[in-house]
């Protein structure tokens, strides 16, 4: 099918290239998308034209938000259908991340648009737009008031799963699509986003015995923008946390556990190379205290490097805020 025949909108729908166009993408990856994973729209109008209603298109937005996380295209695409998005649904993040929720009038997601040098923030809000700007000129003063505004407006979590994510896949994307230009934006962005962070967190939380929350990268991975995030979050909140970051040694993620005897140990992987469900699956089975008064960490397996399988003892909450809320009912019996 010609992009000709699409160009105009069936009444009552979107055409496959004002799709294509509002997700970021060409119009062959969303009829690849219908054809193979059968994400395609629920009603046709006569002849060979598509109808894709606002349900049609949160379920490709959210297949955008899951591959761009690393998952696998067919994993993607079912988890796709099996979820029931909000429509239209915000932009999503790479895990772990809110559930998509409706925006309030004043914060009302954005038409497709581009900042800066064509990149594409398909229904992100208005504040993605200057981060990237800020993050394309190299421009560090405007990028961290940016980001810090957009904290303290929406808090933590939204910041991250409504403002932050969508703009470090929009670079990411802009990455993948121009070879090796824009390498220096991602981690420009990515920098300024650790310190916004970091500048954002309270101060430590003090210990309280059974609270505490271990969070490591597992061995191999260095992605630890997510358990930033979280561990701020968490700090917000009043609970503790021992923060190991990036490629913690076995050995030494085992020893950090028998010292802290937390009360649950996230372990983040970004990719099924370095997700090790004997690892988690160990560190779920340690055991501390006096007998018959012996305790266990609740092991969080975060990331979309666990996909697939759920690993046995373990918990894997869907996104960021459910990871907090469950770490903070944890902490608080």
């Known amino acids: 099918m010609s992009d000709s025949t699409e160009s105009a909108a069936p009444e009552g729908g979107l055409t496959t290239g004002e799709v294509a166009r509002r997700l970021g993408v060409a119009p062959t990856t969303v009829r690849t998308w219908d054809h193979r ?4 729209p629920d009603r046709h109008t006569g ?40 429509a239209p649904a915000p932009a999503a993040g790479p895990a772990p991340t809110a559930p998509p929720r409706r925006a309030p ?4 997601a954005a038409p497709a648009s581009r900042a800066g040098s064509g990149l594409r923030l398909g229904d992100a809000r208005q504040e993605c737009k200057g981060i990237a700007r800020a993050a394309l ?13 957009a904290i303290r407006e929406h808090g933590l979590v939204a910041a991250w799963t409504e403002v932050i994510v969508p703009t470090l896949q929009a670079v990411g994307r802009k990455w993948e699509s121009s070879g ?24 430590t939380v003090p210990d309280r015995p059974g609270a505490t929350t271990v969070l490591a990268c597992v061995p191999g991975e260095n992605h630890t923008l997510a358990l930033e995030v979280l561990s701020a979050a968490l700090a917000e909140r009043g609970i503790p946390v021992r923060m190991f970051g990036g490629a913690l040694p076995v050995e030494s993620l085992i020893a950090a556990v028998r010292r802290t005897g937390p009360a649950a140990v996230a372990l983040w992987a970004q990719s099924r190379t370095t997700a090790s469900r004997p690892l988690a699956q160990h560190v779920a089975a340690m055991e501390w205290g006096v007998r018959g008064a012996r305790r266990r960490p609740l092991v ?6 666990w996909s697939g399988r759920p690993v046995p003892g373990t918990a894997r909450p869907y996104g960021l805020a459910d990871t907090v809320q469950a770490l903070e009912g944890l902490a608080s019996r």
Request: proline letters at 7%.
């Open 137 to 149: 000129r190299l421009d560090a003063a405007a990028l961290d008031r940016l980001l810090l505004d």
């Open 300 to 305: 969080l397996t975060l990331g979309p490097g």
């Open 105 to 108: 009038a004043r914060e009302a």
């Open 47 to 86: 002849g060979r034209h598509r109808r894709w209603t606002p349900a049609d298109v949160a379920r490709l937005e959210r297949m955008c938000a899951l591959t761009a996380t690393g998952i696998p295209p067919a994993e993607a695409a079912r988890l796709a259908r099996e979820t029931q998005a909000p």
């Open 180 to 203: 090796e230009r824009y390498v220096e934006v991602e981690h420009f962005l990515s920098w300024h986003v650790s310190g916004a962070l970091r500048r954002a967190a309270p101060d």
């Open 37 to 40: 994973y059968g994400l395609g």
